[in-house]
């Protein structure tokens, strides 16, 4: 079951007469009337679908040449006619010979193609020998429900659907792991025929998003997030509106984000309109990742150029560098990562750039300084709250900036751990309540205190506020703590974590693409849907 790493080669060689037109993108209609059908129909067309895939075993009575009168001659796009029996995933329970007079009737009717499974095929073709229209095309497919078999089993598959006289080869497997998709990537650059390549399962979504670089026949994108026809069915929205659907080709350039759970990340959203905006051939995507050695090691062609990084994977996906920015390094995680043009990977971790730089601007706009004199935060006080992974990034960003960091921790060892580290001192989070050697420090909070559901709390009092000038919350949720209103209400310059959020994806973009951000751009929809 071992996955192939997926090589540049692979692409070069493709010989695939499909791949000169670009995929389409289909939509299951999943109406229980006929009624309902043709009204998904008009919704199809207006979202951009290529073609819609009539579900005839969706309708709750069916009566065959009537409907199916309807259903393809007043259809405003090309249509698919599928009737999937129970045996193969769907819901026709009924006489197998019904439902085959039926998708022959819906081929004479002008139907553009007729999806029929392999266990049946050989029948079914030799049924229509000599009968097909001439703008007729005959998918058979193979649906497992499991796994994802070896490249050697997949490749016997399509053999045996070629076999059956079919015009266009459809393999849909189930991802246990997102490496599943390289094996279908494989069979779909490779094949002689027309082929249909589909990962079932979120872990095999970008099976689905990358199909036109692989030179897949089609894709399928649902209505609706609640009308899937298959597990891990995107939108037919999001695949155009999100993923840039139609940009995608055989040299486009792939990104993503990288986590566990990853689904809620809108890191897709920013890095795809900043590459639309530029016309760069590139996607960024969401991969769902359980092993980060096997990702990287499946996915190792220069094509797979970088991706962003997020929870659980930032200290595991250290081992997989070749290469690691010092600082990163020092702080022990990472959260963006780019591949060479020699095929090398380096990570960076733009989390404590992103944070210092806010606080930076922050500084500068409480004295006016002109930001070439230097760092703002040279010689000053500065407090960290919390010894994790973001205190980590801000206490070696502030001292690497020349301030006097003091790290204060629930537990005292901690704090220890890491002021000795960046050759500051330590203290208990109780203690920084009476902690003011001097007036104008600054503050930077890590840790979780006023987060929602708990957006009451904070982690210090404001009382003690008073001797700080700027103030840094790491929480973006919400947007407004409690710390940053009573830190204003006392006269200082407040910081949000939406800052270091974006900031760090305009240090992603910067290190993706050798590009500034288009910063404007981010903001905006930052603004919008986060």
Known sequence: MGSLPFTVSDLQTSTNGARSSPTLLCTPLMGTTVDQMFIEMGKAKEIGADVVEIRLDCLRTF???????????????????????????????????????????AMELGANYIDVELEVAHDFTSSIYGKKPDNFKLIVSSHNFHNTPSAEAIGNLVARIQATGADIVKIATT???????ARIFQIMVHSQVPTIGIVMGERGLISR????????????????????????????????????????????????????????????????????????DAVYVHYLVDDVEKFFNTYSSIDWSGC??????????????????????????????????DGKLIA???????????????????????PSAGSPLAGKLFVVLGAGGAGKSLAYGAAQKGARVVVANRTF????????????????????????PEEGMVLANTTSVGMKPKIDLTPISKEALKHYCVVFDAIYTPKDTRLLREARETGAVVVYGT???IRQGFEQYKNFTGLPAPEDLFRQLMEKHA
Request: include cysteine; charge should be neutral.
């Open 63 to 105: 009566n065959p040449r009537p409907d199916l009168e309807i259903l393809i001659k007043r259809s405003s796009l090309p249509t698919l006619v599928t009737y999937r029996p129970i045996w193969e995933g769907g819901q026709y329970e009924g006489d197998e010979n019904k439902r085959q007079d039926a998708l022959r009737l």
């Open 175 to 181: 991802a246990l792991d997102i490496t599943d998709c």
């Open 209 to 280: 998003l990358l199909s036109p670089k692989f030179g897949g026949y089609l894709t399928y994108g649902a209505l609706e997030a609640g009308a899937i026809s298959a597990p891990g069915q995107p939108t037919a929205k999001d695949l155009l509106d999100l993923y840039n659907f139609r940009l995608i080709g055989p040299d486009t350039k792939v990104y993503g984000i990288i986590g566990k759970p990853v689904g809620h990340s809108k890191s897709p959203l920013l890095f795809n309109a900043a590459f639309k905006s530029v016309g760069l």
């Open 308 to 341: 962003s990084c997020t929870i659980p994977h930032k200290e595991a996906a250290l081992k997989c560098m070749d290469d690691i920015d010092p600082i990163a390094k020092k702080i022990g995680a990472i959260n963006n990562i780019v591949r060479r043009p």
């Open 348 to 370: 960076f971790n733009t989390d404590y750039i992103g944070a210092i730089s806010a606080i930076e601007d922050g500084l500068r706009g409480l004295n006016g300084t002109i």
């Open 413 to 436: 060892e901690r704090a220890k751990e890491l002021a000795d580290k960046v050759g500051g001192q330590a203290m208990t989070l109780a203690e920084v309540e009476n902690f003011h």
């Open 499 to 501: 800052e270091m959020l």
